[in-house]
């Protein structure tokens, strides 16, 4: 047999067996499962499910709905409501919660939920072994911070008991008049203890998985879709509005518009998902909702730096900051200009005026610093992250439109420095930066979770700024039972931050924007917190979809 | 004999290419667990880095990682800390490489007709149809063809679906959006392979002995021609089996490429170092498939 022959015969039986993988493939990857009554699109991929693991609000979204906290956030108002405890008494100073579990509370696969698996559950957020970044909100405890720092052994001293099977009682530092708010942070939520004992890091993949919320996790493919289905166990599965919920990972933006537009997702539910092209076009459209949460866009000086050692310098160069122009010229989304750190909207707190836009000013005060016109500055770096996704580039815009002001108001020169992310943060943490782009969301509602940041320890501070009249205010204020007072204290506090020493400068405050049609899904609504409880979300029958007809014609144009 | 000697030379090149890809990344700046939110207690960056032997030498934690390969464990993602770097490979693989056959398939049956009718037709306006053709699909890049074809074939026609991965209906634009630049260099290299076997002397040979045109060109020239698309074709294929970054990103493919982006920027160097691997064999068998290709279809090549 010569080779061409048997080279043909080779062939002929390659292809053969290439047309049956293709074949087999094809049949293979084709689907069969019911659709899902909602699909979400979900931003990025969450990192993790465990409550205890988890950071992005991406990956918090999802966790909710399959594990509970003591309390949960109400869907319209973001505050707390009562979870897996019914209620809670408060005593008379503010650091003792007895909290009450719900008599009839079991996991999915049908054991009781105790108080035992409360305590269970925020020990093991605390235990550093466990490697939690939000261990932090569970530091309110008396002892957590001492045990997670490692100088208590003995998780017994950390202040969360079972006083009986259904009681839980917590003792805290302080008067933390957000504690029930921290209770539905997902970090907080019941995990099952033997589960995560059999199969430790890859529990969640574990068949059946006990859940305490309202979702059983039927799969999470990475990058491709998690699905949900109603827990029957659920203490109020009765008001699981809906049976199945697919969530999906997007990573761009114009898939995400187009997922929506023909009809394959029902809500999307990160402002990063719109097309920033399109921004102004689409939020004119009654199916594009946006609201103000609890976000800030700012950055951060580099205080141990010259020039920036000086308050007057940081102040001159806040002061020429146009942030009218950057709202409505950079982001478009309906932003506000922000004077100060903590966002309006925030609990029981009004915020101090900042430093506004007043160039005149800022040029006397960079002479008396010793620039008169810019004169002898010396040149500096703006670090700011790519952003994700990249297509809309926000913060190289924002960079650019600074330098610009800067140059034209105080005649400062200024370089930009775009990094990595994971280098960017690095960069910030070890304070090898000038300027530096940063923003923050709300843990909680309320004004500790940002001003907390720039205390003179915080792991988050990253400034170099230390102050011990702004810690002590904070302080104060965390120990200060009465909100009026504790409002006061705060004040006095951001004031040092935003107006007399100025280690940062706030830009903007964020807005949340999700797009739904209303007349199809309910039980979403806009709220500070930018969170939206899955088992309240439902589609009305079959209201008739907004028509992209605007968009058609914002292409045409 | 010359095979199992490419075989056994794989070895130590993985090895060097593992080493490299495992001190490079080691080399960037930040690490996996750099976030936004400082850790709430040096504690609890001293467990962590102790928990993925990141406290530890980079040689030691490569011989570490070393062990494990040989158990055919690439490793646990740091930043999917549920997920292991196998899962991942797992799930994304069998998808990437479904997408690049079908585009394969695509490109091989758009390119290799048109490299040769325009080779067949030269001078002709087929061949300047078809070069125009090839020139343009090479030109424009996928992340401008595949938003093109989803408007007019999703948005506009509503023919096709945007997006995700379900049904054979899925699996119709994206193949094509990746296959069109693999099209157009076959289509290219094609032709240029039929213009040069039909200027040799073989083929003058057989044209001088009365044969006709068709049978000479489909069964002689042919085979000589599609030599440099088969050599070719090796690291194409390994290119389109382990997925395109903008392909699946525009069309929400959960395969591998969009891992093999991410994992870079999250420095998960697990995971970074396992795709690189993955990608390192795929290259090197397909080469080798490449080669063995070649002796059955050049009877002028024999290895030794």
Redesign the interface.
């Given at each position: 047999m010569s080779i061409s022959q048997r080279a043909r015969r080779i062939f002929s039986r390659a292809r053969f067996a290439f047309c049956v993988a293709i074949l087999i493939c094809f049949t293979g990857c084709v689907r069969h499962e019911p659709p899902a009554d909602i699909t979400i699109l979900n931003g990025a991929e969450p990192q993790s499910l465990d409550p205890a693991i988890l950071s992005g609000q991406a990956d918090m979204r999802v966790a909710q709905g399959v594990f509970e906290g003591l309390t949960q956030f109400d869907p319209k108002t973001g505050r707390a409501i009562p979870g897996l405890a019914e209620r809670w008494e408060i005593s008379p100073d503010g650091c003792t919660y007895t909290f009450h579990l719900r008599s009839n509370l079991v996991w999915s696969t049908g054991e009781p939920i105790t108080a035992d698996d409360v305590v269970y559950s925020w020990i093991r957020a605390l235990n550093p072994a466990t490697a939690s970044e939000y261990a932090g909100q569970l530091f309110f405890l008396k002892n957590a911070q001492d045990f997670t720092d490692g100088k208590i052994k003995d998780p017994t001293q950390v202040g969360v008991h079972a006083a009986d099977p259904l009681t839980v009682r917590v003792e805290l530092n302080h008067p933390t008049p957000f504690f029930s708010d921290i209770c539905a942070i997902p970090v907080t939520s019941m995990v099952p203890r033997q589960t995560i004992e059999k199969y430790g890091d890859r529990w969640l993949m574990a068949k059946p998985l006990p859940v305490s919320g309202a979702y059983d996790l039927v799969y999470w493919r990475l990058n491709d879709k998690i699905r949900l289905r109603k827990n029957p166990r659920y203490w109020n599965a009765a008001n699981t509005q809906s049976d199945l919920i697919d969530i999906l990972p997007v990573g761009s933006a114009n898939a995400a518009l187009s997922l929506y537009e023909r009809g394959e997702a029902d809500i999307v539910w990160d402002a990063a998902l719109i097309p920033a092209g399109l921004l102004d076009v689409l939020l004119k459209r009654p199916d594009f909702h946006t609201f103000i949460c609890l976000d800030t866009y700012f950055f951060r000086f580099n205080v141990t730096r010259k020039p920036f050692d000086d308050p007057r310098v940081r102040q001159a160069l806040a002061l020429a900051v146009d942030k009218e122009r950057i709202v409505k010229k950079i982001t478009q989304g309906g932003e506000q200009p922000a004077s100060h750190l903590v966002p309006a909207g925030t609990a029981n707190y009004t915020s101090p005026e900042g430093l506004g836009y007043d160039p005149a000013r800022a040029r006397k005060l960079l002479a008396h610093a010793g620039y008169p016109g810019g004169q002898g500055f010396p040149r500096f770096q703006y670090m700011f992250n790519a952003s994700a996704g990249g297509g809309s580039k926000i913060h190289e815009k924002i960079a650019v439109e600074l330098q610009q002001m800067w140059r034209d108001q105080l005649g400062i020169q200024m370089d930009l420095r775009q990094m990595e992310w994971a280098a960017y943060l690095n960069a910030q943490s070890q304070l090898d930066y000038d300027l530096s782009r940063s923003g923050w969301v709300a843990d909680y509602n309320d004004a500790n979770t940002f001003l907390g940041l720039f205390t003179s320890n915080d792991g988050n501070n990253r400034t170099g700024w230390k102050n011990a009249q702004y810690d002590d205010l904070v302080q104060r204020a965390n120990q200060e039972p009465d909100l009026k007072a504790r409002e006061k204290l705060f004040q006095r506090a951001e004031t040092i931050l935003v107006r007399d020493e100025v280690p940062i400068v706030p830009v903007y405050f964020y807005v949340g924007i999700n797009y739904y049609d209303t007349n199809r899904i309910q039980g979403i609504y806009p709220n500070v917190l930018d969170n939206h409880p899955l088992q309240a979300i439902r589609k009305t029958g079959r209201g008739s979809r907004v028509e992209g007809r605007e968009l058609d014609n914002a292409n045409k144009q | 004999m010359y095979f199992l000697k490419r075989l056994i030379f794989a070895v130590p090149l993985l090895l060097v290419i593992s080493a490299l890809a495992f001190a490079l990344v080691h080399l960037?700046?930040?690490?996996?667990f750099?976030?936004?939110?400082?850790?709430?207690?040096?504690?609890?960056e001293?467990?962590?880095k102790a928990?993925y032997h990141l406290d530890e030498p980079v040689w030691k934690q490569y011989f570490r990682y070393l062990g494990d390969l040989a158990h055919g464990d690439f490793g646990?993602s740091l930043?999917?800390?549920?997920?292991?770097v196998n899962?991942?490979i797992a799930?994304?693989l069998?998808?990437s490489m479904?997408l690049g056959?079908?585009a394969f398939?695509f490109a091989m049956g758009v390119g290799l007709p048109v490299g040769f009718f325009t080779a067949a037709r030269r001078g002709r306006w087929e061949d300047y149809a078809g070069s125009f053709f090839s020139m343009l699909v090479v030109c424009v890049p996928g992340f401008v063809i595949a938003?093109l074809l989803?408007l007019l074939f999703?948005?506009k026609w509503?023919l096709l679906?945007?997006?995700?991965?379900?049904?054979?209906w899925h699996?119709i634009l994206p193949p094509i959006a990746l296959g069109l630049f693999f099209a157009g260099k076959v289509a290219r290299l094609m032709r240029e392979g039929m213009l040069n076997a039909m200027q040799s002397e073989f083929v003058t040979a057989a044209r001088a002995k009365g044969l006709g045109e068709n049978r000479l060109l489909l069964r002689h020239a042919f085979r000589i021609a599609v030599l440099p698309v088969v050599s070719y074709s090796g690291p194409m294929l390994a290119d389109l089996l382990t997925g395109s970054f903008v392909i699946e990103?525009?069309?929400?493919i959960?395969?591998i490429g969009?891992?093999l982006v991410n994992s870079s920027?999250?420095?998960d160097y697990p995971l970074i170092v396992g795709l690189s691997l993955l990608y390192a064999i795929l290259l090197i068998g397909l080469n080798l498939v490449v080669d063995f290709a070649y002796?059955?279809?050049d009877?002028r090549v024999k290895y030794e």
């Amino acid at each position: 047999m010569s080779i061409s022959q048997r080279a043909r015969r080779i062939f002929s039986r390659a292809r053969f067996a290439f047309c049956v993988a293709i074949l087999i493939c094809f049949t293979g990857c084709v689907r069969h499962e019911p659709p899902a009554d909602i699909t979400i699109l979900n931003g990025a991929e969450p990192q993790s499910l465990d409550p205890a693991i988890l950071s992005g609000q991406a990956d918090m979204r999802v966790a909710q709905g399959v594990f509970e906290g003591l309390t949960q956030f109400d869907p319209k108002t973001g505050r707390a409501i009562p979870g897996l405890a019914e209620r809670w008494e408060i005593s008379p100073d503010g650091c003792t919660y007895t909290f009450h579990l719900r008599s009839n509370l079991v996991w999915s696969t049908g054991e009781p939920i105790t108080a035992d698996d409360v305590v269970y559950s925020w020990i093991r957020a605390l235990n550093p072994a466990t490697a939690s970044e939000y261990a932090g909100q569970l530091f309110f405890l008396k002892n957590a911070q001492d045990f997670t720092d490692g100088k208590i052994k003995d998780p017994t001293q950390v202040g969360v008991h079972a006083a009986d099977p259904l009681t839980v009682r917590v003792e805290l530092n302080h008067p933390t008049p957000f504690f029930s708010d921290i209770c539905a942070i997902p970090v907080t939520s019941m995990v099952p203890r033997q589960t995560i004992e059999k199969y430790g890091d890859r529990w969640l993949m574990a068949k059946p998985l006990p859940v305490s919320g309202a979702y059983d996790l039927v799969y999470w493919r990475l990058n491709d879709k998690i699905r949900l289905r109603k827990n029957p166990r659920y203490w109020n599965a009765a008001n699981t509005q809906s049976d199945l919920i697919d969530i999906l990972p997007v990573g761009s933006a114009n898939a995400a518009l187009s997922l929506y537009e023909r009809g394959e997702a029902d809500i999307v539910w990160d402002a990063a998902l719109i097309p920033a092209g399109l921004l102004d076009v689409l939020l004119k459209r009654p199916d594009f909702h946006t609201f103000i949460c609890l976000d800030t866009y700012f950055f951060r000086f580099n205080v141990t730096r010259k020039p920036f050692d000086d308050p007057r310098v940081r102040q001159a160069l806040a002061l020429a900051v146009d942030k009218e122009r950057i709202v409505k010229k950079i982001t478009q989304g309906g932003e506000q200009p922000a004077s100060h750190l903590v966002p309006a909207g925030t609990a029981n707190y009004t915020s101090p005026e900042g430093l506004g836009y007043d160039p005149a000013r800022a040029r006397k005060l960079l002479a008396h610093a010793g620039y008169p016109g810019g004169q002898g500055f010396p040149r500096f770096q703006y670090m700011f992250n790519a952003s994700a996704g990249g297509g809309s580039k926000i913060h190289e815009k924002i960079a650019v439109e600074l330098q610009q002001m800067w140059r034209d108001q105080l005649g400062i020169q200024m370089d930009l420095r775009q990094m990595e992310w994971a280098a960017y943060l690095n960069a910030q943490s070890q304070l090898d930066y000038d300027l530096s782009r940063s923003g923050w969301v709300a843990d909680y509602n309320d004004a500790n979770t940002f001003l907390g940041l720039f205390t003179s320890n915080d792991g988050n501070n990253r400034t170099g700024w230390k102050n011990a009249q702004y810690d002590d205010l904070v302080q104060r204020a965390n120990q200060e039972p009465d909100l009026k007072a504790r409002e006061k204290l705060f004040q006095r506090a951001e004031t040092i931050l935003v107006r007399d020493e100025v280690p940062i400068v706030p830009v903007y405050f964020y807005v949340g924007i999700n797009y739904y049609d209303t007349n199809r899904i309910q039980g979403i609504y806009p709220n500070v917190l930018d969170n939206h409880p899955l088992q309240a979300i439902r589609k009305t029958g079959r209201g008739s979809r907004v028509e992209g007809r605007e968009l058609d014609n914002a292409n045409k144009q | 004999m010359y095979f199992l000697k490419r075989l056994i030379f794989a070895v130590p090149l993985l090895l060097v290419i593992s080493a490299l890809a495992f001190a490079l990344v080691h080399l960037a700046p930040g690490g996996p667990f750099d976030r936004e939110r400082a850790p709430a207690s040096p504690e609890i960056e001293r467990a962590i880095k102790a928990k993925y032997h990141l406290d530890e030498p980079v040689w030691k934690q490569y011989f570490r990682y070393l062990g494990d390969l040989a158990h055919g464990d690439f490793g646990v993602s740091l930043k999917y800390r549920n997920h292991t770097v196998n899962d991942i490979i797992a799930q994304g693989l069998p998808v990437s490489m479904l997408l690049g056959a079908l585009a394969f398939g695509f490109a091989m049956g758009v390119g290799l007709p048109v490299g040769f009718f325009t080779a067949a037709r030269r001078g002709r306006w087929e061949d300047y149809a078809g070069s125009f053709f090839s020139m343009l699909v090479v030109c424009v890049p996928g992340f401008v063809i595949a938003p093109l074809l989803i408007l007019l074939f999703s948005i506009k026609w509503k023919l096709l679906p945007v997006g995700l991965w379900e049904t054979p209906w899925h699996m119709i634009l994206p193949p094509i959006a990746l296959g069109l630049f693999f099209a157009g260099k076959v289509a290219r290299l094609m032709r240029e392979g039929m213009l040069n076997a039909m200027q040799s002397e073989f083929v003058t040979a057989a044209r001088a002995k009365g044969l006709g045109e068709n049978r000479l060109l489909l069964r002689h020239a042919f085979r000589i021609a599609v030599l440099p698309v088969v050599s070719y074709s090796g690291p194409m294929l390994a290119d389109l089996l382990t997925g395109s970054f903008v392909i699946e990103n525009i069309f929400q493919i959960p395969g591998i490429g969009v891992f093999l982006v991410n994992s870079s920027l999250n420095l998960d160097y697990p995971l970074i170092v396992g795709l690189s691997l993955l990608y390192a064999i795929l290259l090197i068998g397909l080469n080798l498939v490449v080669d063995f290709a070649y002796t059955l279809l050049d009877p002028r090549v024999k290895y030794e």
